[in-house]
């Protein structure tokens, strides 16, 4: 059964700062990995998608890479912004998604 | 992105009343819906995959009694709590998959309270 872990499971920094957040599964049979943002009470907004193939993928402050064979994908969040506190999720799909229970992120002005 | 839809965003209903929740994909085609639930600070558990045109597939656990779900065309997926009770007050978050994509989408999610 996959499990998807996400380290840390709070982090808070002040704005400007770089960082990275880090999720890992135990099954690498996936066909793609998402990043997704979860803002209190809300649904989820997808950030990044990276299929098995890619090794990473880009937008705007947003980079996350994927390393399939060890299981493992980090989120690297450039210049953090008060804005960018939210919940970060990340899932790995196959044949459902499986989530990770998140890394709630939260950017002081 | 895609968008998903969810109707409503929140509901509070009387112990063993139903709720309908809808979750419709407006601008592709959605064969695959599922219908997530979310605890307080806990991670989604998916509930059950709901196929355009059959029945849907239950998660272990996850009454099908209780929670209908009909996917009636390829762009609207309901979910229906059937007698509700205050156990089943949580957060409902519907996912769309277009068969072309591979990306998830999701909606805006229900906030259930049973009081």
């Known amino acids: 059964k996959q499990e998807v872990t996400q380290i840390p499971a709070a982090l808070s920094v002040p704005e400007g700062e770089n960082l990275v957040l880090n999720c890992s599964f135990t099954?690498?049979?996936?066909?793609?990995l998402q990043w997704f943002r979860q803002d209190p009470g809300k649904g989820l907004t997808s950030l990044l998608l990276?299929?098995?193939?890619?090794r990473e993928q880009t937008s705007g402050r947003l980079n996350a890479s994927l390393d399939k064979s060890s299981g493992r994908s980090t989120l690297y969040i450039a210049a953090s912004q008060p804005g960018d506190s939210a919940t970060y999720l990340c899932?790995?799909?196959?044949?459902?998604?499986?989530f990770g229970k998140g890394t709630m992120l939260l950017v002081s002005p | 992105g895609a968008v998903v839809s969810q109707h409503p965003s929140w509901v509070i209903c009387k112990s063993g009343t139903s709720v309908k929740i809808e979750c419709r994909s407006l601008?592709?085609?959605?064969?695959?819906m599922f219908w997530y639930r979310q605890f307080p600070k806990q991670s989604l558990m998916l509930m059950a995959t709901?196929?355009?045109?059959?029945?849907?597939?239950?998660e272990q656990g996850v009454e099908k009694d209780k929670f209908l779900i009909n996917h009636a065309s390829l762009t609207l997926s309901t979910l229906t709590v059937t007698s509700a009770h205050p156990e089943d007050s949580s957060f409902y978050i519907c996912?769309?998959?277009?068969?072309?994509?591979?990306?998830?989408?999701f909606g805006q999610g229900t906030r259930l309270t049973v009081v």
């Open positions: 899932a790995v799909f196959l044949s459902t998604l499986t």
């Open positions: 996912s769309a998959r277009d068969i072309q994509v591979t990306e998830a989408f």
């Open positions: 601008d592709f085609q959605a064969t695959t």
């Open positions: 990276i299929q098995s193939s890619q």
């Open positions: 099954d690498s049979a996936i066909y793609n």
């Open positions: 709901s196929n355009e045109g059959s029945k849907a597939t239950y």
